[in-house]
Protein backbone atom coordinates (compact mmCIF):
# COMPACT_ATOMS: atom_id res chain seq x y z
CA UNK A 1 0.00 0.00 0.00
CA UNK A 2 0.98 3.27 -0.92
CA UNK A 3 0.53 6.60 1.34
CA UNK A 4 -0.15 9.61 0.18
CA UNK A 5 2.16 12.35 1.33
CA UNK A 6 -0.47 15.36 0.52
CA UNK A 7 -3.34 14.04 2.18
CA UNK A 8 -2.01 10.93 3.80
CA UNK A 9 -4.55 8.14 2.58
CA UNK A 10 -3.84 4.90 1.31
CA UNK A 11 -3.72 3.57 -2.10
CA UNK A 12 -2.96 0.52 -3.90
CA UNK A 13 0.60 -0.27 -4.79
CA UNK A 14 -0.15 0.18 -8.42
CA UNK A 15 -1.88 3.70 -8.04
CA UNK A 16 -0.17 6.65 -9.79
CA UNK A 17 -2.63 9.13 -8.42
CA UNK A 18 -4.07 9.80 -4.88
CA UNK A 19 -8.00 8.28 -4.69
CA UNK A 20 -8.63 10.85 -2.37
CA UNK A 21 -7.30 14.32 -3.50
CA UNK A 22 -6.11 13.38 -6.84
CA UNK A 23 -1.84 14.61 -6.06
CA UNK A 24 0.47 12.25 -8.00
CA UNK A 25 1.84 9.44 -5.97
CA UNK A 26 5.51 9.41 -6.76
CA UNK A 27 6.70 5.42 -6.39
CA UNK A 28 10.50 4.95 -4.30
CA UNK A 29 12.48 2.87 -5.33
CA UNK A 30 12.42 -0.70 -4.38
CA UNK A 31 15.53 -1.64 -1.46
CA UNK A 32 16.88 -4.73 -2.18
CA UNK A 33 16.56 -7.16 0.40
CA UNK A 34 19.73 -9.35 1.47
CA UNK A 35 19.85 -12.48 2.20
CA UNK A 36 21.12 -13.91 5.02
CA UNK A 37 24.75 -15.61 5.32
CA UNK A 38 24.69 -19.06 4.84
CA UNK A 39 25.07 -21.08 8.15
CA UNK A 40 28.06 -23.08 8.52
CA UNK A 41 27.39 -26.67 10.13
CA UNK A 42 30.51 -28.65 11.49
CA UNK A 43 30.98 -32.46 10.30
CA UNK A 44 31.39 -34.41 12.86
CA UNK A 45 34.63 -35.61 13.98
CA UNK A 46 35.57 -39.21 12.52
CA UNK A 47 35.71 -41.89 15.56
CA UNK A 48 37.56 -44.99 14.20
CA UNK A 49 35.82 -48.41 15.67
CA UNK A 50 36.91 -49.68 18.49
CA UNK A 51 38.68 -53.18 18.15
CA UNK A 52 38.64 -56.15 20.44
CA UNK A 53 41.74 -57.67 21.35
CA UNK A 54 40.72 -60.57 22.03
CA UNK A 55 39.23 -61.53 18.48
CA UNK A 56 41.06 -61.83 15.91
CA UNK A 57 40.44 -61.47 12.34
CA UNK A 58 41.52 -64.91 10.31
CA UNK A 59 43.56 -64.00 7.48
CA UNK A 60 41.89 -64.65 3.95
CA UNK A 61 44.99 -66.67 2.65
CA UNK A 62 43.99 -69.21 5.09
CA UNK A 63 41.15 -71.87 3.93
CA UNK A 64 38.88 -73.34 6.00
CA UNK A 65 39.63 -77.17 6.87
CA UNK A 66 37.61 -79.44 4.97
CA UNK A 67 36.26 -82.05 7.35
CA UNK A 68 35.16 -85.62 5.72
CA UNK A 69 32.60 -87.60 7.24
CA UNK A 70 32.41 -91.45 6.50
CA UNK A 71 29.61 -94.18 6.52
CA UNK A 72 30.75 -95.27 9.90
CA UNK A 73 30.68 -91.45 11.41
CA UNK A 74 27.06 -91.32 10.95
CA UNK A 75 24.52 -92.58 13.23
CA UNK A 76 21.75 -94.83 11.81
CA UNK A 77 18.58 -93.12 11.92
CA UNK A 78 15.85 -95.47 14.28
CA UNK A 79 12.24 -94.83 13.81
CA UNK A 80 10.07 -94.18 16.90
CA UNK A 81 7.28 -96.47 17.11
CA UNK A 82 4.16 -94.70 18.16
CA UNK A 83 3.10 -95.83 21.63
CA UNK A 84 0.46 -99.20 21.86
CA UNK A 85 -3.28 -97.94 22.59
CA UNK A 86 -4.39 -98.27 25.94
CA UNK A 87 -6.85 -101.18 26.11
CA UNK A 88 -10.06 -100.73 26.22
CA UNK A 89 -11.57 -101.14 29.93
CA UNK A 90 -13.43 -104.94 29.92
CA UNK A 91 -17.23 -105.04 30.29
CA UNK A 92 -18.70 -107.32 31.95
CA UNK A 93 -21.15 -109.63 29.64
CA UNK A 94 -23.00 -110.72 32.69
CA UNK A 95 -26.65 -108.85 32.54
CA UNK A 96 -27.81 -106.50 35.25
CA UNK A 97 -30.97 -108.55 36.02
CA UNK A 98 -31.07 -111.93 35.12
CA UNK A 99 -34.28 -113.16 34.32
CA UNK A 100 -35.26 -115.87 36.21
CA UNK A 101 -39.09 -116.55 35.78
CA UNK A 102 -41.91 -115.99 34.01
CA UNK A 103 -45.58 -115.36 34.24
CA UNK A 104 -47.53 -116.17 31.43
CA UNK A 105 -51.00 -115.75 29.87
CA UNK A 106 -52.01 -118.70 28.29
CA UNK A 107 -55.03 -117.58 25.72
CA UNK A 108 -56.53 -120.20 23.00
CA UNK A 109 -57.48 -117.56 20.94
CA UNK A 110 -54.26 -115.72 20.61
CA UNK A 111 -50.54 -116.57 20.70
CA UNK A 112 -49.35 -116.73 24.81
CA UNK A 113 -48.10 -113.70 26.44
CA UNK A 114 -44.95 -113.73 28.52
CA UNK A 115 -43.28 -110.98 31.42
CA UNK A 116 -39.85 -111.83 32.37
CA UNK A 117 -39.53 -111.57 35.88
CA UNK A 118 -35.64 -110.57 36.94
CA UNK A 119 -34.06 -109.13 39.90
CA UNK A 120 -34.98 -110.25 43.50
CA UNK A 121 -38.96 -108.92 43.19
CA UNK A 122 -41.62 -108.08 40.59
CA UNK A 123 -45.07 -106.26 41.04
CA UNK A 124 -48.28 -107.31 39.05
CA UNK A 125 -50.78 -104.41 38.45
CA UNK A 126 -52.26 -101.71 36.18
CA UNK A 127 -49.85 -99.03 34.60
CA UNK A 128 -51.32 -95.22 35.82
CA UNK A 129 -48.89 -92.61 34.98
CA UNK A 130 -51.20 -90.08 36.60
CA UNK A 131 -50.94 -91.84 40.45
CA UNK A 132 -46.71 -92.99 38.91
CA UNK A 133 -47.55 -96.69 39.19
CA UNK A 134 -45.55 -98.49 36.93
CA UNK A 135 -45.95 -101.94 37.42
CA UNK A 136 -43.37 -104.49 36.20
CA UNK A 137 -45.80 -107.29 34.94
CA UNK A 138 -48.65 -104.32 33.20
CA UNK A 139 -51.79 -106.26 32.93
CA UNK A 140 -53.56 -103.04 31.69
CA UNK A 141 -54.18 -103.99 27.98
CA UNK A 142 -55.08 -107.57 29.39
CA UNK A 143 -58.00 -106.54 31.62
CA UNK A 144 -60.68 -105.61 29.78
CA UNK A 145 -62.79 -105.25 32.76
CA UNK A 146 -60.17 -103.21 34.93
CA UNK A 147 -60.23 -105.86 37.80
CA UNK A 148 -56.77 -105.77 38.38
CA UNK A 149 -55.63 -103.38 40.67
CA UNK A 150 -52.99 -100.37 40.15
CA UNK A 151 -51.24 -102.69 42.75
CA UNK A 152 -52.65 -105.67 42.90
CA UNK A 153 -49.58 -107.93 44.10
CA UNK A 154 -45.71 -108.85 44.20
CA UNK A 155 -43.50 -111.44 43.50
CA UNK A 156 -40.01 -111.80 45.48
CA UNK A 157 -37.55 -114.90 45.31
CA UNK A 158 -35.88 -115.57 48.69
CA UNK A 159 -33.01 -118.33 48.85
CA UNK A 160 -34.38 -119.56 45.43
CA UNK A 161 -37.79 -119.92 46.36
CA UNK A 162 -40.57 -117.89 45.05
CA UNK A 163 -43.49 -116.26 47.00
CA UNK A 164 -46.31 -114.54 45.62
CA UNK A 165 -48.02 -111.43 48.43
CA UNK A 166 -51.10 -109.54 47.55
CA UNK A 167 -51.03 -105.73 48.49
CA UNK A 168 -54.54 -104.83 49.25
CA UNK A 169 -56.22 -105.50 45.92
CA UNK A 170 -59.66 -104.85 45.36
CA UNK A 171 -60.45 -108.23 43.86
CA UNK A 172 -57.86 -110.48 45.22
CA UNK A 173 -54.90 -113.02 44.32
CA UNK A 174 -55.24 -116.77 43.92
CA UNK A 175 -53.18 -119.68 43.43
CA UNK A 176 -54.04 -123.15 42.17
CA UNK A 177 -57.47 -121.79 42.63
CA UNK A 178 -57.40 -121.91 45.94
CA UNK A 179 -58.55 -119.40 48.71
CA UNK A 180 -58.38 -116.04 48.49
CA UNK A 181 -54.41 -114.44 49.56
CA UNK A 182 -54.59 -112.80 52.64
CA UNK A 183 -53.17 -108.85 51.82
CA UNK A 184 -49.27 -109.39 53.01
CA UNK A 185 -49.02 -112.68 53.66
CA UNK A 186 -46.35 -114.31 51.49
CA UNK A 187 -47.58 -117.67 49.73
CA UNK A 188 -44.77 -120.37 48.10
CA UNK A 189 -45.66 -120.59 44.47
CA UNK A 190 -43.59 -123.25 42.80
CA UNK A 191 -43.21 -123.53 38.71
CA UNK A 192 -46.41 -124.28 36.73
CA UNK A 193 -48.87 -123.07 39.56
CA UNK A 194 -51.63 -121.18 38.38
CA UNK A 195 -51.84 -117.59 39.20
CA UNK A 196 -55.07 -115.29 38.99
CA UNK A 197 -55.23 -111.65 39.90
CA UNK A 198 -58.82 -110.30 39.50
CA UNK A 199 -60.17 -112.57 36.33
CA UNK A 200 -56.83 -112.35 34.56
CA UNK A 201 -55.15 -116.05 34.35
CA UNK A 202 -51.06 -116.60 34.61
CA UNK A 203 -49.08 -119.88 34.41
CA UNK A 204 -45.65 -119.50 36.49
CA UNK A 205 -42.97 -120.71 34.93
CA UNK A 206 -39.40 -121.28 36.34
CA UNK A 207 -36.34 -121.53 34.29
CA UNK A 208 -34.90 -124.79 35.07
Not at 75 to 86: D, F, K, R
Not at 123 to 137: E, K, L
Not at 187 to 200: A, R, S
Amino acid sequence: MIICKKCGTGNPDAAKFCDECGTRIETAPAVPVAAPPPVEVAAPAYVPPATDPAVSTPSISEAPRSVSITETDAQPVVPLSPAPPEPPPAVSNAPIDTISARLIIERADAPPVEFPIAGKEATIGRWDADNGVFPDVDLDQYDAEAKVSRRHARIRITNGRYTIEDLGSTNGTYVNRGRRLLPGNPHLIEDNDEVIVGKTFLRFVTNK
